[in-house]
């Protein structure tokens, strides 16, 4: 795994956004934005790279966006 200093702060902001979903999906009874939280808090330690780092984390955003969209 590569631990550089930018795969360290994009963990952390990856696992900084989950956090905040996990924390506000709990409070209001949003299982989607739970759900994307831990996912988020938990994939980087998987992710050895930056950019797959990105790419999932958007890929997750993205489902989330559209799961709200649809009404879950």
């Known amino acids: 795994m590569d631990t550089s200093t930018s795969w360290i702060l994009a963990s952390l902001l990856v696992s900084a956004i989950g956090f905040v979903l996990l924390h506000y999906g709990r409070k209001l009874g949003r299982p989607p934005q739970a759900v994307v939280g831990i996912l ?28 709200v969209r649809l009404g879950w």
Request: charged share 0%; aromatic share 14%; net charge neutral.
């Open 40 to 67: 988020m808090l938990v994939y980087p330690y998987f992710v050895p790279g930056v950019v797959p780092m990105a790419i999932v984390a958007a890929a997750l955003l993205l489902l989330l966006w559209l799961a």
